[in-house]
């Protein structure tokens, strides 16, 4: 069965240290995989998607297929990262998102 | 200029009520979304509508009924409210292929006495 895993539900770090939120994924079609942010008090939008190849607000994300990951990375966390993120996946023949649990990541001063 | 509006935003109710929960879109989408977040804060798909036509609907407990009279909106009405039923319930809405963003809407906190 399509699944999601995201092994961290928490990950703490200080302001300026490296980011990596870990997403890993079983499907066996060809993946679309996204993530996902809600910020306190904020609607979930949009992060960024595999197929743009993106890099926002200096998160990057590269889709590992050997490894089944996609992982999210930014080399110098800030405080306004501080939010809960949300690893996605886009089935092939529809148009439903299969979200993991959920890693709250906080970046203190 | 809100583009994925719900009402109302907290809901408090008694178990074993019926209760309704609206979405709208603004956005000129043809697929709309139900998702149920529960206590963990875990994410998962109840149904999508396109052009007001069933499209998923996730084992869910048929007290679970959604509603689209058109395609801006998607409303979510739910028999005999149980106390697992309590969550925060969001819409989204997309253009409609697998490849495309998902806007969601500010959430429905529900909560079942």
């Known amino acids: 069965a399509q699944r999601v895993t995201q092994p961290e539900k928490l990950l703490s770090v200080f302001k300026g240290a490296p980011v990596e939120l870990k997403c890993n994924y079983s499907?066996?079609?060809?993946?679309?995989l996204f993530w996902y942010v809600q910020y306190s008090r904020q609607r979930l939008q949009l992060l960024l998607r595999h197929i743009s190849r993106e890099s926002i607000k200096g998160f990057t994300a590269d889709l590992n297929k050997g490894e089944t990951s996609f992982h999210l990375k930014k080399p110098f966390a800030q405080e306004e990262d501080s939010a809960m993120y949300y690893c996605a996946l886009s089935e092939n023949n529809t148009d439903k998102l299969i979200f993991g649990t959920g890693t709250r990541l906080q970046v203190f001063p | 200029d809100t583009a994925v509006s719900q009402t109302p935003k907290y809901l408090v109710t008694q178990m074993g009520n019926d209760k309704s929960i609206k979405c709208e879109q603004n956005?000129?989408?043809?697929?709309m979304y139900w998702y149920k977040q529960d206590s963990k804060k875990f994410l998962k798909i109840m149904f999508s509508?396109?052009?007001?036509?069933?499209?998923i609907n996730e084992t869910v407990p048929n007290r679970f009924s959604p509603k689209s009279p058109d395609k801006a909106h998607l409303n979510l009405h739910i028999n005999s409210l149980e106390l697992g039923d309590s969550a925060v319930y969001f819409c989204?809405?997309?253009?409609?292929?697998?490849?495309?963003?998902?806007?969601f809407g500010p959430g429905t906190r529900l909560t079942v006495l």
């Open positions: 989204a809405s997309s253009q409609g292929t697998r490849y495309n963003e998902q806007f």
């Open positions: 499907y066996s079609g060809s993946p679309e």
């Open positions: 509508y396109n052009n007001k036509e069933l499209i």
């Open positions: 956005l000129g989408h043809d697929t």
